[in-house]
């Protein structure tokens, strides 16, 4: 929406301008909100239930997307070559229900689950549940999937009512932008002035964007395939160079697409940018019957089926995360070892 787009501008000037300055009253007492709510949490007059397997949480302080999902992914595929199981619990954005503790399956759809959810099982096999109350989800996961010893938390920084054993605070190049809490900018909670503990901080552009100290890991593109080939194969092959013949239309409804279509001019492809808004339903096909060829992110695949799209050809491309070396061995001190399961 143009109104969302506007607002993500404001956020990332250097200095807020007036508008956002009128909204500083809002942003104190949403300010106020934030604190209030972690202090009664800090003197347990709220408190965090500890899940049935220990919690790493991935999170950012920012609205808007800041590379989660490729992050959990790339968690999860780490975890694995460690021996470890495991498993993802998420609120699910965007979802139609509000129940507590749904199982994603491959048969599940985005509508119910969440895009991202859906994504993440469906991208590594990994057992996945959601609900608003994350530790109604870790329960009805860890009861389907005793096999798990690991619970991975994603988006769950704000979600104090879920105890966890490691933080991880995800930045992109935009780091806290204005500097400023919603609604006058982009911040969910205070950038803290030193590094809480059993925290790290893990930069997904390459290089730090705020004054804390952290890993550099990297966003990169990865394979590119059909989108029947997506639903239904593991493993497929990169096909970048077959389609840079082609002129492309790429569609993309995330917080910030200008980096994806960046990644794919990068690679040499011809692309015409349609950017839509954040977890965009696809309830309709946005673009016109005759279009030859779309590319789209994963995000976006998990609500086209190949039945929908007719013929047109269309194409996914996923985002593929590095996460650093001295980042995985700062996580794995952390890490409380895995008990045998029930």
């Not at 404001?10 to 200095?15: C, T």
């Not at 220990?54 to 800041?66: D, E």
């Not at 550099?216 to 493993?235: H, N, P, V």
């Not at 190949?306 to 996914?316: D, I, K, L």
Request: hydrophobic letters at 45%; proline letters at 9%.
């Amino acid at each position: 929406m143009a109104w969302q787009h506007w607002f993500v501008q404001q956020w990332q000037r250097q200095r807020p301008g007036l508008a956002m300055r009128l909204l500083q009253p809002l942003a104190g007492l949403f300010g106020l909100a934030v604190a209030t709510r972690r202090r009664l949490y800090q003197w347990r007059w709220l408190r965090a239930e500890p899940a049935p397997r220990p919690v790493i949480v991935v999170g950012n302080l920012v609205a808007g997307g800041a590379g989660k999902t490729p992050v959990v992914i790339a968690l999860v595929q780490h975890l694995r070559q460690m021996g470890r199981v495991p498993g993802v619990v998420s609120r699910g954005h965007g979802r139609s229900t509000l129940d507590d503790g749904i199982v994603v399956t491959r048969g599940s759809h985005a509508a119910q689950v969440g895009d991202e959810p859906l994504l993440i099982h469906l991208r590594t096999g990994v057992p996945v549940a959601v609900g608003r109350r994350r530790i109604a989800a870790a329960r009805a996961l860890c009861q389907v999937h005793p096999e798990v010893d690991v619970l991975i938390a994603d988006d769950g920084l704000q979600h104090l009512a879920l105890a966890r054993d490691v933080d991880i605070i995800v930045f992109d190049d935009r780091g806290i932008g204005n500097g400023l809490l919603l609604p006058a900018g982009p911040l969910r909670q205070p950038l803290p002035r030193a590094l809480p503990p059993r925290t790290l901080v893990l930069y997904s552009a390459g290089a730090a964007s705020t004054a804390l100290p952290g890993h550099m890991g990297w966003r990169r593109l990865g394979m590119i395939c059909s989108l029947q080939d997506w639903w239904t194969t593991d493993a497929v092959t990169s096909r970048v160079v077959r389609l840079r013949d082609r002129p492309l239309l790429a569609v993309a409804g995330l917080a910030r697409p200008e980096g994806f279509f960046a990644m794919l001019e990068a690679q040499g492809l011809t692309i015409r940018r349609m950017p839509l808004p954040d977890h965009h339903p696809f309830a309709e096909l946005p673009w016109p019957a005759d279009t030859p060829d779309v590319i789209v992110t994963e995000k976006d695949a998990v609500k086209l089926h190949p039945s929908r799209v007719g013929r047109t050809r269309v194409w996914v491309a996923t985002l593929d995360f590095a996460l650093p070396s001295d980042f995985l061995a700062a996580l794995q001190r952390l890490l409380p070892p895995a008990h045998p399961t029930p």
